[in-house]
Protein backbone atom coordinates (compact mmCIF):
# COMPACT_ATOMS: atom_id res chain seq x y z
CA UNK A 1 0.00 0.00 0.00
CA UNK A 2 1.30 3.03 -0.88
CA UNK A 3 -1.14 5.21 0.99
CA UNK A 4 -3.03 8.47 0.16
CA UNK A 5 -0.20 10.87 -0.22
CA UNK A 6 1.84 8.57 -3.10
CA UNK A 7 -0.03 7.82 -6.75
CA UNK A 8 0.64 5.72 -8.84
CA UNK A 9 1.52 7.88 -12.50
CA UNK A 10 -1.74 6.59 -14.93
CA UNK A 11 -2.38 7.92 -18.27
CA UNK A 12 -0.45 10.93 -19.68
CA UNK A 13 1.47 11.87 -16.52
CA UNK A 14 2.82 7.95 -16.64
CA UNK A 15 5.82 8.67 -19.21
CA UNK A 16 7.09 11.28 -17.36
CA UNK A 17 7.25 9.69 -14.18
CA UNK A 18 10.65 8.35 -14.42
CA UNK A 19 11.04 4.79 -13.52
CA UNK A 20 10.63 3.50 -9.64
CA UNK A 21 8.81 7.01 -8.51
CA UNK A 22 5.69 7.50 -7.59
CA UNK A 23 3.77 10.99 -7.63
CA UNK A 24 3.48 13.00 -4.60
CA UNK A 25 0.80 15.13 -3.64
CA UNK A 26 1.68 18.28 -2.13
CA UNK A 27 4.94 19.48 -2.06
CA UNK A 28 6.84 16.98 0.26
CA UNK A 29 10.15 18.56 2.61
CA UNK A 30 13.31 16.98 2.60
CA UNK A 31 16.06 18.24 4.23
CA UNK A 32 18.73 16.76 6.16
CA UNK A 33 19.72 18.46 9.31
CA UNK A 34 18.69 21.94 10.57
CA UNK A 35 16.77 24.68 8.57
CA UNK A 36 18.83 27.73 8.29
CA UNK A 37 17.24 31.04 8.63
CA UNK A 38 19.00 33.68 6.82
CA UNK A 39 17.15 37.13 5.39
CA UNK A 40 17.25 38.86 2.29
CA UNK A 41 19.57 42.02 4.36
CA UNK A 42 22.34 39.45 5.18
CA UNK A 43 22.02 37.25 2.55
CA UNK A 44 25.45 36.74 0.12
CA UNK A 45 26.48 34.57 -2.79
CA UNK A 46 29.92 34.26 -3.64
CA UNK A 47 31.64 32.35 -6.47
CA UNK A 48 35.53 31.34 -6.47
CA UNK A 49 38.02 28.70 -6.90
CA UNK A 50 38.37 28.77 -11.01
CA UNK A 51 36.72 31.65 -10.95
CA UNK A 52 36.96 35.71 -10.58
CA UNK A 53 35.74 35.75 -6.70
CA UNK A 54 33.02 37.74 -6.50
CA UNK A 55 29.98 38.61 -3.70
CA UNK A 56 27.02 38.94 -4.50
CA UNK A 57 24.29 40.98 -2.00
CA UNK A 58 20.52 39.79 -2.57
CA UNK A 59 19.63 43.32 -4.90
CA UNK A 60 22.68 42.48 -6.77
CA UNK A 61 20.94 38.98 -7.69
CA UNK A 62 17.19 40.39 -8.47
CA UNK A 63 18.56 43.02 -11.08
CA UNK A 64 19.90 39.99 -13.25
CA UNK A 65 16.62 38.94 -15.71
CA UNK A 66 14.14 37.10 -13.70
CA UNK A 67 12.08 34.35 -15.36
CA UNK A 68 8.82 31.76 -14.63
CA UNK A 69 9.73 28.03 -14.79
CA UNK A 70 8.02 25.16 -14.96
CA UNK A 71 9.64 22.11 -13.99
CA UNK A 72 9.00 18.38 -12.59
CA UNK A 73 11.38 17.55 -9.62
CA UNK A 74 12.19 13.76 -8.83
CA UNK A 75 13.26 13.03 -5.20
CA UNK A 76 15.79 9.82 -4.90
CA UNK A 77 13.46 8.84 -2.11
CA UNK A 78 10.80 7.96 -4.76
CA UNK A 79 8.74 10.64 -5.17
CA UNK A 80 7.79 13.15 -7.88
CA UNK A 81 5.98 16.05 -8.31
CA UNK A 82 4.95 17.43 -12.15
CA UNK A 83 4.24 20.86 -13.24
CA UNK A 84 6.13 22.87 -10.35
CA UNK A 85 6.15 26.38 -11.06
CA UNK A 86 8.77 28.68 -9.65
CA UNK A 87 10.41 32.39 -10.39
CA UNK A 88 13.97 33.26 -10.79
CA UNK A 89 17.31 33.73 -12.62
CA UNK A 90 18.30 31.18 -15.21
CA UNK A 91 21.79 29.62 -14.56
CA UNK A 92 22.73 30.43 -18.07
CA UNK A 93 22.13 34.38 -17.27
CA UNK A 94 23.67 34.74 -13.83
CA UNK A 95 27.08 33.19 -16.06
CA UNK A 96 27.04 36.59 -17.93
CA UNK A 97 27.57 37.82 -14.29
CA UNK A 98 30.80 36.15 -13.39
CA UNK A 99 34.11 34.80 -15.36
CA UNK A 100 35.13 31.35 -15.04
CA UNK A 101 38.26 29.71 -16.28
CA UNK A 102 38.00 27.68 -18.91
CA UNK A 103 39.85 24.55 -16.89
CA UNK A 104 36.52 24.70 -15.10
CA UNK A 105 34.61 21.30 -15.42
CA UNK A 106 33.14 20.57 -12.35
CA UNK A 107 31.20 23.22 -10.01
CA UNK A 108 30.38 22.44 -6.32
CA UNK A 109 26.87 24.15 -5.61
CA UNK A 110 27.51 25.59 -1.18
CA UNK A 111 24.95 25.94 1.18
CA UNK A 112 24.10 28.10 4.17
CA UNK A 113 24.32 25.17 6.78
CA UNK A 114 26.63 22.81 5.41
CA UNK A 115 24.89 21.19 2.56
CA UNK A 116 27.33 20.78 -0.24
CA UNK A 117 26.46 18.92 -3.90
CA UNK A 118 28.74 18.55 -6.82
CA UNK A 119 27.57 18.87 -10.57
CA UNK A 120 29.68 18.95 -14.07
CA UNK A 121 29.93 22.15 -15.49
CA UNK A 122 28.13 20.51 -18.27
CA UNK A 123 25.33 19.36 -16.21
CA UNK A 124 25.12 22.78 -14.60
CA UNK A 125 24.90 25.01 -17.40
CA UNK A 126 21.96 23.55 -19.13
CA UNK A 127 19.23 26.31 -20.07
CA UNK A 128 16.89 24.60 -18.04
CA UNK A 129 18.63 25.31 -14.85
CA UNK A 130 18.12 28.17 -12.42
CA UNK A 131 18.03 30.07 -8.95
CA UNK A 132 14.44 30.12 -7.48
CA UNK A 133 13.19 32.74 -5.10
CA UNK A 134 9.36 32.15 -5.61
CA UNK A 135 7.23 28.86 -5.61
CA UNK A 136 4.03 28.93 -7.29
CA UNK A 137 4.30 32.83 -6.98
CA UNK A 138 4.74 33.63 -3.08
CA UNK A 139 8.40 34.13 -2.24
CA UNK A 140 9.92 30.53 -1.16
CA UNK A 141 9.18 29.24 1.79
CA UNK A 142 12.89 28.50 3.89
CA UNK A 143 11.56 24.35 3.99
CA UNK A 144 11.69 24.60 0.88
CA UNK A 145 14.89 26.76 0.73
CA UNK A 146 14.00 30.18 0.84
CA UNK A 147 15.47 32.78 0.26
CA UNK A 148 16.91 30.98 -2.78
CA UNK A 149 17.71 27.98 -3.71
CA UNK A 150 19.20 26.01 -6.96
CA UNK A 151 17.01 23.93 -9.45
CA UNK A 152 18.28 21.48 -11.53
CA UNK A 153 15.39 19.67 -13.40
CA UNK A 154 16.98 17.06 -15.08
CA UNK A 155 19.10 15.33 -12.00
CA UNK A 156 17.53 14.24 -8.83
CA UNK A 157 16.42 17.02 -6.53
CA UNK A 158 19.36 16.39 -4.22
CA UNK A 159 21.39 18.51 -7.07
CA UNK A 160 18.80 20.99 -6.04
CA UNK A 161 20.40 22.52 -3.19
CA UNK A 162 18.39 24.80 -0.61
CA UNK A 163 19.52 27.60 0.70
CA UNK A 164 22.16 28.17 -1.88
CA UNK A 165 25.01 30.49 -1.17
CA UNK A 166 28.10 29.98 -3.29
CA UNK A 167 29.50 28.10 -6.05
CA UNK A 168 33.37 27.21 -6.25
CA UNK A 169 34.88 25.96 -9.89
CA UNK A 170 36.80 23.29 -9.56
CA UNK A 171 38.92 21.29 -12.44
CA UNK A 172 38.81 18.21 -10.87
CA UNK A 173 35.00 16.41 -9.61
CA UNK A 174 35.07 16.14 -5.77
CA UNK A 175 31.86 14.74 -3.70
CA UNK A 176 29.16 16.61 -1.91
CA UNK A 177 27.27 15.76 0.75
CA UNK A 178 24.82 13.01 -0.26
CA UNK A 179 27.86 11.85 -2.85
CA UNK A 180 30.14 11.30 -0.08
CA UNK A 181 27.74 9.34 1.50
CA UNK A 182 26.79 6.47 -1.22
CA UNK A 183 24.66 8.41 -3.58
CA UNK A 184 25.67 8.76 -7.68
CA UNK A 185 28.08 11.32 -8.62
CA UNK A 186 25.45 12.27 -11.14
CA UNK A 187 22.09 11.11 -10.24
CA UNK A 188 20.09 11.07 -13.77
CA UNK A 189 16.50 9.63 -12.89
CA UNK A 190 15.77 7.99 -15.84
CA UNK A 191 18.62 6.16 -16.12
CA UNK A 192 17.90 5.68 -11.94
CA UNK A 193 21.77 6.98 -11.07
CA UNK A 194 20.68 6.48 -7.14
CA UNK A 195 23.64 5.51 -5.32
CA UNK A 196 27.05 5.06 -6.20
CA UNK A 197 27.31 1.08 -5.56
N1 LIG B 1 20.83 22.70 1.57
C1 LIG B 1 20.12 21.60 1.31
N2 LIG B 1 19.62 21.44 0.07
C2 LIG B 1 18.89 20.34 -0.23
C3 LIG B 1 18.66 19.33 0.73
C4 LIG B 1 19.19 19.53 2.03
O1 LIG B 1 19.02 18.69 2.94
N3 LIG B 1 19.91 20.68 2.28
N4 LIG B 1 17.92 18.20 0.40
C5 LIG B 1 17.89 17.85 -1.03
C6 LIG B 1 16.94 16.81 -1.34
S1 LIG B 1 17.37 15.23 -0.99
C7 LIG B 1 15.78 17.08 -2.00
S2 LIG B 1 14.72 15.84 -2.50
C8 LIG B 1 15.33 18.46 -2.23
C9 LIG B 1 14.02 18.64 -1.53
O2 LIG B 1 13.49 19.92 -1.77
P1 LIG B 1 12.16 20.33 -1.01
O3 LIG B 1 12.40 20.16 0.47
O4 LIG B 1 11.88 21.72 -1.44
O5 LIG B 1 11.10 19.36 -1.49
O6 LIG B 1 16.25 19.43 -1.74
C10 LIG B 1 17.60 19.08 -1.89
N5 LIG B 1 18.39 20.21 -1.48
MO1 LIG C 1 15.80 13.91 -2.15
Redesign the pocket.
Known amino acids: MLGKFFQKPTGENANRVPPGQHLASG???????ETPQVNTDKWEFRVWGLAVPKTFTWEDFMALPQSDFTAD?H???RWSKLDVKWTGIKVTDFMEAIAVEPQAKYVMEH?Y?G?T?NISIDDFLREENFFAWKLFGEPLSV???GPM?LVVPHL???K????INGLEFLENEELGF?ERNGYHRRGEPWAEERYSF
Not at 27 to 33: H, W
Not at 160 to 163: F, G, R, V
Open positions: FPVLTYGFCVTCGYTEHGRYAWSAKWW
